[in-house]
């Protein structure tokens, strides 16, 4: 069973805050939205809102 994993998932969803994976925060070049992924998601990250794979690190500007 993969118990730790889907436990992980919700984590990430309501916020987590047990010290998990660095996170990291994207800004989309089509619409402007900001939004938090775990680092490890680093390939094919999309825009919640608008779906676009222009994504870019939040941080770097
Ligand atoms: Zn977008």
């Known amino acids: 069973m993969s118990v730790g994993l889907l436990s992980s998932i919700s984590d990430a969803i309501s916020g987590g805050g047990d ?9 989309c070049a089509s619409c402007g939205a900001e939004f ?3 680092k490890t998601r680093m390939m094919g990250v999309r825009c919640p809102d ?3 794979m222009d994504v870019r690190d939040a941080a770097e500007n």
């Open 19 to 27: 010290g998990d994976d660095d996170v990291f925060t994207y800004r």
């Open 36 to 38: 938090d992924l775990p």
């Open 50 to 52: 608008c779906r676009s």
